[in-house]
């Protein structure tokens, strides 16, 4: 009985790296409807960016809040750059174009802080006092600062005039337009903030699995499982969806089909509730005209 | 088309023709081998171009159904001693079954959601491979090594002999030839429209008698079937079948290859073959610390220079040079939901 | 008659010694010439495994480094390496592009043991010398079938009996519990514990789980272990999950008899990062002197090394033992290279390698490099090391023939 609690507690730790980065995704998706598939390699290119200021000497939070503005204005630069030429063209030459900064931020960060694995400090280390048996104080710290983020997001979208302009702009650019949002900027500032999210995620995810170019890459298949179980449009819902994927997988991988076949009976598991709830468990369906 | 254009295709048809048959002899074996991979690649784009391009179901999986055509004809050929030609009909058979099957759930899923299951599927495929039930089959994480076909007979055009290589070049360049004149069939009359008016205008066209799901899933199998003959050329041409060899960058590269050469476009996939090919090559020239990022400006570039891909700046620049004729031979681009 | 015999004697003396230097003539295979020598290397510097990149990076330094005092017996080293992102099938690509297109004298160092297994034939049978291959699968020294390949490091099987050995001695009576990479590498450590242990394995193994490169963590698998109630963990993990491996146990508490595979030892890539109180105990065999072992850091050894790396790496990670590997290798290498003198063959290269005997500075007291006709596995001593904290312990004898 233990060992099945602890295995859906080590679960509910990991979940909390895949609802970190689910909500990256469920951010990018609620400002520009497109799904970032760079989102994984720009959080980790924001992870050495924090790495080296904490080499550098810089305190754990000074580094903390100086990254996440740096993702911010990179996201923001990004978008009013590379992908404004983009903006009009077809969904799947915009899935290039991510593919494209996928690989370059990859590429870049190997080069320029190379392929060793890095240590990166947590800013709960062990001995903090909301400690436990099956969680450490890492694992309990970033799962609140999830949550903290996704309150954030949640009362800014629906609260803020701001992020109502966000929103207008991703559903219904035209008449956005009409009614005076700018919505290049927008969409700017919704990859900033997405991209400030994603290195959140980062710098949580890096005390747990080491930092090293590679870090995000096989994080981000389980953080899209869990914005798209959730329903995409539905932050709250990459969160618990993330919690989800992150105990389901621990649970069948240790008592149902064991390790060897966890990759299948994941995609089994994502097609199967795709099929049930096509818009995820808790997305809205979405009705169009003829 | 008047006669006398006609007669230039044809005599620029033929042209075209001799020389990629005196091209092999007048290069080096390993240029070859390279062109055989081109010639691979273009069957595997263009399957994932039937599916995504003019049916607009996008598939981030392709690689898997690659693995499963090249396993497929690498059983076959080390296991039962099948020859190697004899292993392209059991792999389309095979892939178009998983294919069909993948169809169904893609019935409910759209757009990011289908992107997601396919990119599972393209994971999970490298694993099952190595699992340990089958692995008398697969050879688990050895992968089987294949020995390459012989020529059947001799021969020598400007000095230099006919090679498994350049044996393999006609061979592919045979099986290259007849499924881009079954996809030309197939996608230029009813199917073809039948296919894109899915993509564009699904509730109009089921609404017009097309049988959705039937058409959907049959596409899925056949999309999934091209491109495992392509995995089935593969372990020919290369020898070797690894679970390594298929991992999901597999699906990212061929995505990639369909967008460059153009969606829904035929002879496209010959242009994104030769840049998924060659470009990483020319990008480890460029730049020996990063090369990928060369790859992706290069990437990033070419969707400014040609959102629509070479296909679409090919007809883009054919319709300024000649205003006045109809073309009514141009596939349309539409946009995926 | 005095002088007619003298004469004769010098005139013979003359003859001998000049028909001496024309034996010593030159004779060359593609790749070579009087003032180069053509290396080909594939190497994975970007995908999952770029952290071996390191290998070629160094082994690229030394060469440039031997360059620049003269080069071996007057030959420029060109070392061409290409990059196959761990993916055979490019790995495929790449060689064939050294072995038809640049047409170097031979290949070293080619890394992993899928993209090795893919090439295997085709060197065989293209006669290009496959050598030092950087991957410790036991296959590679198999001169009677595949005369043109030749391993380099203690091969994975080895290493894993030196462990069932240590644990048949020290805790006859354990429960053990493995964890291992689902791959080549994964499998062919797991194989050669298990022939140690013999009949006693199928007791004592209480669980045996594996792991994708691609999964984000291991820490499922870690519980798992623990709750089988194995008192000994064999790590079969590259060094990231490695590192996670050891983190998690410390972290749930778990505290078995821990052996770790030679793959993932290096201190500045697993120790520090998991934390170093949390290894104390582990066990690992080595054969090269870590670089971060206090007690080598005043032998003329080290310092040579470091010497390399302050002036031709300076932004090598010195904690990182693919530094030390790679400049080993090398070294390997250009002993062969010696050895072949003028006569820079192909056949005449596998004759050398076939043909060494010698201690390279970086390689722990006691290990050698010796290979023969038979033998082409030119490392096979290792010896067991404990870590304690801060370093770790050599302990015991050193293994191996």
């Not at chain 1, 392929?115 to 400090?121: A, E, M, R, V, Y």
């Not at chain 3, 691609?214 to 490695?242: H, R, W, Y």
């Not at chain 3, 990182?320 to 056949?347: C, I, P, S, W």
Request: glycine fraction near 10%; aromatic fraction near 12%.
């Amino acid at each position: 009985m233990e060992a099945f609690l602890h295995q859906i507690f080590a679960g509910i730790a990991n979940g909390g790296i895949y609802a970190s980065v689910g909500l990256a995704l469920v951010m990018i998706h609620q400002a520009t409807h497109h799904i970032n598939f760079a989102q994984g390699e720009m959080a980790t290119f924001s992870t050495f960016i924090a790495w080296a200021l904490i080499n550098a000497g810089w305190p754990y939070w000074g580094a903390f809040f100086l990254t996440v503005a740096i993702s911010f204005a990179l996201g923001l630069i990004i978008q009013r750059t590379v992908l404004k030429p983009v903006e009009k063209a077809p969904v799947l030459t915009n899935v290039i174009v991510f593919v494209g900064l996928l690989v370059i931020f990859n590429a870049v960060a190997g080069w320029i802080f190379d392929h060793t694995i890095k240590s990166f400090p947590s800013p709960f280390p062990k001995g903090t006092f909301f400690e436990t048996k099956y969680f450490s104080a890492h694992d309990i710290g970033s799962i609140g600062v999830t949550l903290v983020v996704l309150v954030a997001l949640y009362c800014f979208f629906k609260f803020t005039p701001l992020g109502l302009a966000m929103r207008a702009a991703a559903q219904n650019p035209e008449s956005a337009r009409l009614v005076g949002v700018r919505v290049s900027w927008m969409l700017g500032m919704g990859w900033g903030l997405a991209a400030a999210i994603g290195a959140v995620a980062g710098m949580m995810v890096a005390p747990i699995v080491f930092l090293d170019p590679n870090m995000m890459g096989g994080i981000l298949l389980y953080g899209f499982a869990a914005a798209l179980l959730g329903g995409i449009d539905n932050p709250w819902g990459a969160v618990i969806g993330g919690f989800i994927v992150g105990v389901l997988e621990n649970l069948l991988g240790a008592y149902v089909i064991g390790t060897e076949l966890k990759l299948t009976v994941a995609l089994v598991l994502i097609v199967g509730t795709l099929i049930v709830r096509p818009d995820g468990l808790f997305g809205k369906a979405v009705v169009t005209r003829v | 088309m008047n006669a006398s254009n006609k007669k230039l295709v044809w005599i620029g048809g033929l042209v075209l023709l001799a020389v990629l048959c005196v091209l092999p002899f007048l290069v080096k074996n390993f240029r070859v081998f390279q062109f055989n991979m081109v010639m691979i690649y273009a069957i595997a784009i263009l399957g994932l171009n039937i599916l995504t391009g003019y049916n607009g179901q996008i598939s981030l999986g392709h690689g898997a159904f690659y693995a499963i055509g090249a396993y497929g004809a690498a059983i076959l050929m080390d296991g039962a001693g099948v020859p190697y030609w004899a292993t392209l009909p059991f792999a389309a058979v095979l892939c178009f079954v998983f294919g069909f099957l993948m169809g169904f759930p893609a019935l409910r899923l759209g757009g990011h959601y289908l992107a997601l299951a396919t990119f599972a599927l393209a994971l999970a495929v490298p694993q099952m491979l190595k699992y340990k039930k089958i692995e008398h089959l697969t050879g688990g994480v050895q992968g089987i090594v294949l020995s390459k076909p012989e020529p059947p007979f001799e021969l020598s055009i400007l000095g230099q002999p006919l090679s498994a290589d350049r044996w393999l070049y006609f061979y592919t360049l045979f099986v290259l030839l007849i499924m881009f004149l079954i996809a030309w069939r197939l996608l230029r009359g009813r199917v073809g429209r039948a296919l894109v008016a899915i993509r564009d205008h699904p509730i109009a066209a089921s609404a017009m008698g097309i049988n959705l799901p039937v058409f959907k899933s049959i596409t899925f199998g056949v999309s999934a079937a091209f491109t495992g003959v392509a995995g089935g050329l593969s372990a020919s041409v290369v020898a070797f079948v690894s679970p390594d060899s298929f991992t999901s960058f597999l699906s990212i590269t061929l995505l990639v290859g369909v967008v460059v050469g153009g969606l829904a476009s035929i002879p496209g996939a010959i242009a994104g073959a030769i840049f998924i090919q060659y470009v990483p090559n020319v990008a480890d020239e460029i730049s020996k610390s990063a090369p990928w990022a060369i790859y992706g400006t290069f990437l990033i570039l070419l969707m400014y220079l040609m959102p629509s891909g070479a296909a679409g700046l090919v007809s883009k620049i054919w319709s300024r040079l000649r205003p006045a004729s109809t073309s009514a031979t141009s596939s349309p681009e539409g946009k995926l939901s | 008659m005095k002088r007619t015999f003298l004469a004769t004697a010098l005139a013979g003396l003359t003859l001998a010694a000049f028909s001496g230097t024309a034996i010593a003539q030159k004779k060359y295979d593609s790749g070579a010439t009087d003032k180069e020598i053509k290396l080909g290397n594939v190497n994975p510097y970007s995908g999952p495994a770029s952290a071996y990149g390191a290998i070629g990076k160094t082994m690229d330094a030394y060469f440039k480094m031997i360059n620049a005092s003269g080069g071996v017996n007057g030959r420029q080293i060109k070392f061409i390496s290409l990059d196959d992102g761990y993916n055979p099938a490019k790995t495929v690509e790449q060689i064939r592009k050294l072995v038809e297109e640049e047409e170097v004298l031979a290949t070293v160092g080619v890394l992993g043991t899928p993209p090795n297994s893919a090439i295997h034939k085709y060197m065989n049978q293209k006669r290009m010398p496959q050598l030092f291959v950087a991957t410790g699968a036991t296959k590679w020294g198999d001169p009677k079938n595949f005369p043109w390949t030749m391993g380099w490091q203690p091969n994975y099987q080895g290493e894993s009996k030196i462990y069932a050995q240590h644990l048949l001695e020290t805790k006859p009576n354990a429960k053990i519990g493995i964890l291992y990479q689902n791959d080549d590498y994964g499998k062919d450590y797991l194989k050669g514990f298990l022939d140690g242990l013999g009949d006693k394995a199928k007791t004592m193994v209480v669980k045996q789980l594996t792991y994708e490169v691609t999964d984000p963590t291991i820490d499922s698998q870690m519980v798992e272990l623990k709750a089988s109630g194995a008192d000994v963990f064999f790590n079969i993990t590259t060094p990231k999950f490695a590192a996670q491996a050891i983190k998690k146990a410390a972290e749930i508490g778990w505290k078995p008899q821990h052996y770790l595979n030679n793959v993932s030892n290096s201190v500045g890539a697993v120790m520090m990062p998991a934390g170093p109180e949390n290894g104390v105990g582990i066990l690992s065999v080595f054969y090269l002197k870590d670089p971060t072992d206090a007690q080598w850091h005043n032998t003329p050894e080290y310092k040579e090394w470091l010497g390399f790396m302050q002036k031709h790496m300076p932004t090598g990670d010195l904690k990182d033992l693919n530094h030390v590997f790679g400049y080993t290798m090398a070294q390997g290498v250009v002993q062969v290279l010696k050895q072949a003198g003028n006569e820079l063959t192909r056949a005449n290269i596998m004759k050398q390698a076939a043909n060494i005997d010698m201690n390279l500075p970086m390689l722990l007291p006691g290990v050698n490099v010796k290979t023969g006709p038979d033998d082409f596995y030119p490392i096979e001593r290792g010896q067991l090391a404990r870590w304690n904290g801060k370093t770790w312990v050599l302990e015991g004898k050193v293994f191996g023939r």
